[in-house]
């Protein structure tokens, strides 16, 4: 059996690991393949409120067949090098956010707060985790963004 990987493979690969970067950094892979999603978040602040809602859902659903292929690919359940379910998911815990009007540092509070809330994983994210394949690789990250959604909310109530 070849063990060469199809272009798809290589596709699902790169766009998994946050175009390469998870592969590359040996150290918080997923915190740094996330930063893609700071541009998407950008980009998406600038839509309507419920264009927004329907940009995040259609990143989650992308999200899953590609965090599933890489899985099924590196062969390690929610390997840490896969970051698609971070930064492919990054924009939910800022919806509704008037980016563009906050200073620059109100970004790295909200991408810190992400963080955290992903690592600590609250429940019922930590258990979502145990679902099968690509799956289960989004849904705890979907769920901590919506923690992180509120948090950031707050945080935007009492600070700007």
Excluded at 32 to 38: H, T
Excluded at 89 to 111: H, R
Excluded at 121 to 141: E, H, I, N, T
Aim: hydrophobic share 60%; net charge neutral.
């Amino acid at each position: 059996m070849s063990t060469r990987r199809s272009f798809i493979d290589k596709l699902c690969i790169f766009v998994a690991t946050g175009f390469g970067i998870g592969l590359v950094v040996p150290f918080a892979p997923g915190t740094f393949g996330s930063a893609a999603g700071v541009a998407l978040a950008y980009a998406t602040s600038r839509l309507e409120l419920w264009l927004q809602i329907v940009a995040v859902l259609g990143f989650a659903l992308a999200a899953i067949p590609f965090c599933g292929a890489a899985e099924r690919i590196l062969g390690v359940k929610d390997d840490g090098r896969i970051a698609a379910d971070e930064w492919m998911l990054f924009p939910l815990a800022v919806v509704g956010l008037p980016l563009a009007e906050l200073p620059w540092w109100a970004m790295a509070v909200f991408f810190a707060v992400v963080r955290l809330v992903d690592i600590v994983k609250p429940p019922p994210a930590r258990q979502l985790q145990a679902l099968p394949g690509g799956f289960g690789v989004v849904a705890d990250d979907f769920a901590a963004n919506l923690y992180a959604l509120a948090i950031n909310w707050s945080a935007y109530l009492l600070l700007f």
